[in-house]
């Protein structure tokens, strides 16, 4: 691979057409002599979860950018001053089409599927489009065979990676987890339900209302309520063993789990009982429920670099760079994954537009820049993980003082 910048004319592959993978290509559409070629396998998009992006994503000062209560002084000890002022210049161009749809999706709740086919519909109508769409599941060959000279290939698959464990050296190469740091937290239900009033939850509310649940104790997560006008969305989790998570569908409703779990299923009945005591409003349909362990996780390489590093070689990804983005290059839980991955598309984006940035460097700008995100998805991470874990000996001061650690 040329050490130089990209040519003039540049192909950039992007494999995976979920949020992230479409965003990257409806913010590279716009830039001239460059063409994106996007490779979808589904043919529909039919997730309809709810999902909420973070207000970071479209702060348009870098002090807003670091206003979370969670994270905030984080922000400033990671991120350089200038960096962030670069990350503001950055949304600030954005098309104007795509950052109206993404200041909409920060102020609620919004159907993963409906953010896919938004920016789908937006990259389909653009002209001209400089997009060619490909559906077909591509496999690490296919992707090796398709390169040219010159051409950039990003892989946004999602959390099952296509190419992750393929950005290492060999002899691990290839196999999985080579090139994956993983750290699990826990095991959690995520359950969702619709209220026909309003709804708004804070930590007095989680407190008081699972004062009766000593142990499987629902917790709304952080900004999962939302009232749209007429309904109150919510979203929560309740912690479970890696026994009862081995024992459970990886999706079931709310009938299901008082046949099964009844304990579980009490708790999760007198949370709701409490919000109609206090709102005087009905559930609207049932629970929906999936089990998920939640993940921590990196790719140690999120390009070629490394494989780059040791000078020539014959291994098949090193004639040209290759970028992870989304769930693909950091997995993070409790609702975050989405806006990191747009993050990280919008600095690879940046990237890719200064066309004459030597190739090592552009790699190693987007290495030093998905540590970063990283080192902050970690530390959020934990902390909410830690308060969470505090939150439930609240009434159980021994189990509570053995988890602060204070020295
Ligand atoms: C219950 C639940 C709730 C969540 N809520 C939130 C939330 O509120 N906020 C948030 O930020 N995140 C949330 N997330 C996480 C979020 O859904 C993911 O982080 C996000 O979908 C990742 O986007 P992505 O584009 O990186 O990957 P994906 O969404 O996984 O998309 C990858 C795409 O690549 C395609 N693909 C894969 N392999 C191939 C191949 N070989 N060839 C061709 N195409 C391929 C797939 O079909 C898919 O379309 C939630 C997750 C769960 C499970």
């Not at 979920?18 to 290509?25: R, Y």
């Not at 990676?161 to 959690?188: F, I």
């Not at 239900?189 to 000593?214: A, H, M, W």
């Not at 998905?370 to 505090?390: A, G, P, T």
Request: hydrophobic share 40%.
């Amino acid at each position: 691979m040329v050490s130089e910048g990209l040519p003039s004319n540049t192909r950039v592959h992007v494999v995976g057409a979920g949020p992230v993978g479409l965003l990257l290509t409806a913010l590279l559409q716009p830039m001239e002599r460059l063409s994106v070629r996007l490779y979808e396998k589904r043919r529909e998009y039919s997730r309809t979860r709810m999902v909420t992006l973070a207000p970071y994503l479209v702060a348009d000062t870098a002090a807003s950018y670091g206003a979370d209560a969670i994270d905030g002084d984080s922000v400033g000890a990671i991120f350089d001053p200038l960096e962030l002022e670069q990350g503001i210049a950055l949304r600030k161009s954005i098309p104007s089409d795509l950052a109206t749809l993404l200041k909409s999706w920060a102020l609620g709740f919004c159907p993963l599927n409906s953010i896919e086919r938004s920016i789908s519909d937006l990259i389909d109508a653009r002209g001209p489009n400089g997009v060619e769409r490909t559906a077909a599941v591509v496999t690490a060959e296919d992707a090796l065979a398709m390169l040219e000279p010159g051409d950039v290939l990003v892989d946004s698959t999602g959390s099952r990676s296509l190419l992750r464990d393929h950005l290492v050296p060999s002899p691990g190469e290839g196999a999985e987890g080579a090139n994956t740091l993983k750290v699990r937290l826990e095991y959690v239900l995520v359950i969702t339900f619709l209220y026909g009033q309003r709804y708004d939850c804070n930590e007095y509310c989680k407190y008081s209302k699972n004062i009766e649940n000593p142990h499987y104790k629902f917790i709304p997560m952080v900004h999962r309520t939302h009232y749209d006008g007429s309904v109150s969305h919510v979203t929560g989790v309740i912690k479970i063993s890696a026994e009862e998570y081995e024992a459970m569908p990886s999706r079931f409703d709310g009938g299901w789990l008082r046949s099964n779990f009844p304990e579980v299923a009490r708790s999760m009945d007198r949370f709701i009982a409490k919000i109609k005591e206090e709102t005087h409003g009905e559930i609207l349909g049932d629970l929906e429920i999936v089990r998920i362990p939640l993940d921590l996780y990196r790719a140690r390489n999120a390009t070629n670099l490394r494989l780059l590093e040791g000078g020539p070689s014959d291994h098949p990804f090193a004639s040209c760079p290759v970028f992870l983005a989304g769930d693909s290059a950091i997995g993070s839980p409790y609702f975050q994954s989405i806006s990191l991955g747009f993050e990280c598309a919008m600095f690879l984006a940046g990237l890719i537009a200064q066309r004459d940035l030597p190739l090592p460097v552009m790699l190693d700008r987007y290495e030093l820049y998905i540590y970063k995100q990283w080192l902050r998805v970690y530390m959020r991470s934990k902390m909410i993980k830690h308060n969470k874990d505090l939150f439930e000996s609240l009434d159980d001061p021994l189990a509570l003082l053995e988890k602060l650690h204070i020295y």
